[in-house]
């Protein structure tokens, strides 16, 4: 069998890896392709997603096409893996005839490889161009033309181009939390990042408390001010596309306006509860248990300044009577500042 190896670290799998498995079964004729997580990448020094989670991610994103596997060695190497060592492996236990595929980046620094010269006539190394063969190299490496598919892990995991992501890929890193965190610090500034941790914290409190789902709780928390640092003209271009009756309030609440057509339509988050909660957290105008939830949570966040403890008590014992006395609260506070 001809078969076609695309090794990375997968943190996360997405389009481009898929459509360069496709291209290699088209422009190569191999008979499968293996994916190949690394469990260390010897360039790269960040830290990886967790072994599991990005095999999970790979099942997933492949199972629709029958002639992509998912191949494990280099995850039962305890040291570092290198190229060579997983091509000498393959080769004792397989009968076929490999093919190595790489990108322009790895192609850049391939004499960093460790070995390249003897890597070369181990197997056919193919680098799929995506700048029309522009990169220069001395070893004998195949290429292949295809079309660019405009997406990094690394955009991905700063929660950009979330559309490159198969669906199935997208639930399990929502449903695992994976990479979450980053798609809001990278919006915000520190303080307003710290501020949603602790509100996500304590909507999922809440949420545990009053028998709802603490994951939609805790992505509410998280999300709700993801536009708070968006400047101003900015949020009016969104006000005026999605809801220009909403003009009319003072631009300090129209982050939550926003914020829920964003988390829709970057984040790619479609449940209505999330959504709705956001929409409404600025001046709690919806009742939904989960709108209350977060409503509660912004003005009882614990690194706020006030002693918030009696408010946080009452929210976990009766979430609605909890929202009453917030609400109360802050209208008094409202007025106070008139
Ligand atoms: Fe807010
Ligand atoms: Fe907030």
Redesign the pocket.
Known sequence: MRIAIIGGSFDPIHYGHIHMGLESIKQLKVDEVWFMPTKITPLKDRELTSVEDRVSMIKLAIEPYANFKLCTLELEREEKSYTIDTLRELKKRYKHEFYWIIGNDQLEQFDRWKDPEKLVKMAQFVCFDRDHMLTKTSYDIKRLHMECMPVSSSEIRMGNKLNYLPSKVLDYIYANRLYVKEFVANRVPEH?YR??LS?ANLCEEFARNNGLDVNVAYYIGLF??VC?AMPKDRMLCWIKAICPENEKYAPPVWHGFVGAEVVDRIFYIKDWRIKNAIYH?VLGTSTDPYAMAVFCA?KL?PLRDYDTSKGIQLCKQDLYKGFLKVKEDNERYLQKGK
Do not use: G
């Open positions: 307003r501020h949603s509100v709700h001010d708070k957290h912004d966040d």
